[in-house]
C-alpha cells in the first residue's frame, strides 16, 4: 500500500506555508466528484476551491494525475443573528456533488446554518453587436439605431464561473454538520445536533423534518445527532449516529417522522474498560456507508468499525487507529484534542478503509488482508514523486530508528478530513491548511 505522492500545483493564496497560515485557510472538508475528475475543499474562511485533474499527454504518459486549481469562490460570509446576538460562522462544513447532467457541475455547501446550491460552468464565447447596447454594455438611443445587427458569439478566454442557484435557510436551530444527497437526486437532507431535515432541490422555502430528538425538557436531553447519510441505492432509507455510540437506520416508508427507527446498531460496552472518558470516545464521529450499500462504516476516537446492515448487535470488523492514545486521554480531555472528529473514507471498491490521526498521521486498513499501515502527510517527508515511508509509533521500552514516541506527537497537526477517488487509488489529505493528493505507485 505504498504510495506516490502526485506534483502539486497549487495557488498561494489558498494553501500557504503553515507559519503564515492564518485560521481562515484551515481545510474543514474535502470531496471529489462522482467521476473523480474533480476534487473540491472548503475552508474555515468560507471559500471553496475546486482542483480538476489533468487530462493524459501522449507525451508524458504517466503525468495523469495532477490536480490544478480550476475555480474558487467564496461561497459563505460571516453573518450575525441579531434575534440570538450570534455569530454564524461562514467556515464550510461540508461539500456533496451532484452526479454532471449536462456541461455545469453542481455541488452543495454548508456552513452552520444555511446550504447553497452551486452551479459551476466553462465560458468560453462572448455575444457582440447588441442592437440596443453600445460595446460597453450602455444603452443607445434608439433614435439612433438605423440598422439591425445579428449579435454574434466571439472566442474569448475560458472563464470558469461559480453561481449560487439556490439557497436554503432558515431550517436550522442548531449546528448543521452534515448534509448527503438522496439517490432520486431530487431530494438531500440536512441534520443538525437534534434535527434531520428533508429538502427538495427545487423549494427552497420550506423542508419536511424527517428526525426530531430535542425533548419537551432540554434538560433531559442526553445524546445529539453526530452525522447523516442515505443509503446509496435506496432512496427512502438512512442513517444517523449519535453522541452515544449508537446508529439509526431509519425508513422514510414507515412513517412521515422517523423518530422510530427500523434498526439499531449498538456494540455492548466492556465493563471492564469503562472510564471517565468512555462516553466521550465513543461518540461517533462520521458514518458512512459503503459504496454497495451492504455495510455502514464509523468513525469513534480511538476506533473504525464495520457494521453489517442485517447484524445490529455488533460491528463485523473492528480497527484500532490510535490505541497508544489510551494512556493519554487526560491530557487529551485537559487540551480539548479528545472532541476532535476525525472522518473516515471507503475506497471505490469498499476494500480499503482510511481514516486520520494526528501528528499529520493517516491510516489505512485493508480489509481482506486485515493488514494496515501509517502513512504521513508532511512538506518535510513528502517530496514530488517520492514513496512514503511506513511510519510507526513507539508506547514504550526501546526505540528504533525509524520510529517515533508517543509522547513526541504534535497534536496540534491532525488529518481530520479525507477523500478517496470513487474508481482509482488517488487520495485526498488535508493536514491543517496543505492539501496533499497521493496516488498508487506508477511502474
Not at 365 to 391: C, G, H, M, Q, Y
Not at 420 to 426: A, D, G, Q, T
Amino acid at each position: 500500500m505504498e504510495e506516490d505522492i502526485d506534483t502539486r500545483k497549487i495557488n498561494n493564496s489558498f494553501l500557504r506555508d503553515h507559519s503564515y497560515a492564518t485560521e481562515a485557510d484551515i481545510i474543514s472538508t474535502v470531496e471529489f466528484n462522482h467521476t473523480g475528475e474533480l476534487l473540491a475543499t472548503g475552508d474555515k474562511g468560507g471559500r471553496v476551491v475546486i482542483f480538476q485533474r489533468e487530462q493524459e499527454s501522449k507525451n508524458q504518459v504517466h503525468r495523469r494525475g495532477e490536480y490544478n486549481v480550476y475555480s474558487t469562490f467564496q461561497s459563505h460570509e460571516p453573518e450575525f443573528d441579531y434575534l440570538k446576538s450570534l455569530e454564524i460562522e461562514e467556515k464550510i462544513n461540508k461539500i456533496r456533488w451532484l452526479p454532471q447532467q449536462n456541461a455545469a457541475y453542481f455541488l452543495l455547501s454548508t456552513n452552520d446554518k444555511t446550504v447553497k446550491l452551486w452551479k459551476v460552468s466553462e465560458r468560453d464565447k462572448r455575444p457582440e453587436g447588441y442592437n440596443l447596447k453600445d460595446e460597453e454594455g450602455r444603452l443607445r438611443d434608439p433614435s439612433t439605431i438605423t440598422t439591425l445587427r445579428v449579435p454574434v458569439l466571439r472566442p474569448m478566454d475560458l472563464m470558469v464561473e461559480a453561481t449560487p442557484r439556490r439557497v436554503f435557510a432558515n431550517a436550522h436551530t442548531y449546528h448543521i454538520n452534515s448534509i448527503s444527497v438522496n439517490s432520486d437526486y431530487e431530494t438531500y437532507m440536512s441534520a443538525d445536533d437534534l434535527r434531520i431535515n428533508l429538502w427538495n432541490f427545487e423549494i427552497t422555502n420550506q423542508s419536511f423534518n424527517i428526525v426530531d430528538i430535542k425533548p419537551a425538557n432540554m434538560e433531559e436531553l442526553t445524546e445529539v445527532i453526530t452525522a447523516a447519510e442515505f443509503h446509496p441505492h435506496h432512496c427512502n432509507t438512512f442513517v444517523y449516529s449519535s453522541s452515544k455510540g449508537t446508529i439509526r437506520l431509519c425508513d422514510m416508508r414507515a412513517s412521515a417522522l422517523c423518530d422510530r427507527h427500523t434498526k439499531f446498531f449498538e456494540e455492548p460496552e466492556d465493563p471492564s474498560n469503562r472510564s471517565f472518558f468512555s462516553e466521550i470516545i465513543s461518540s461517533i464521529s462520521d458514518v458512512k456507508f459503503s459504496h454497495s450499500g451492504r455495510y455502514i462504516m464509523t468513525r469513534d476516537y480511538l476506533t473504525v468499525k464495520v457494521w453489517d446492515l442485517n447484524m445490529e448487535n455488533r460491528p463485523i470488523e473492528t480497527y484500532q487507529v490510535h490505541d497508544y492514545l489510551r494512556s493519554k486521554l487526560c491530557s487529551l480531555y485537559e487540551n480539548d484534542c479528545i472532541f476532535d472528529k476525525f472522518e473516515c473514507v471507503w475506497n471505490g471498491s469498499d476494500s480499503v478503509i482510511m481514516t486520520g490521526s494526528y501528528n499529520n498521521f493517516f491510516r489505512m486498513f485493508d480489509r481482506n488482508t486485515k493488514r494496515d499501515v501509517t502513512l504521513e502527510a508532511s512538506r518535510e517527508n513528502s517530496k514530488p514523486r517520492a514513496i512514503l515511508k511506513p511510519r510507526k509509533v513507539c508506547v514504550g521500552g526501546k526505540r528504533r530508528k525509524d520510529e517515533i514516541s508517543v509522547d513526541s506527537l504534535d497534536f496540534s497537526k491532525k488529518i481530520l478530513h479525507t477523500a478517496w477517488h470513487p474508481s482509482e487509488n488517488i487520495i485526498a489529505v488535508a493536514a491543517t491548511n496543505n492539501l496533499y493528493i497521493f496516488q498508487d505507485k506508477v511502474n
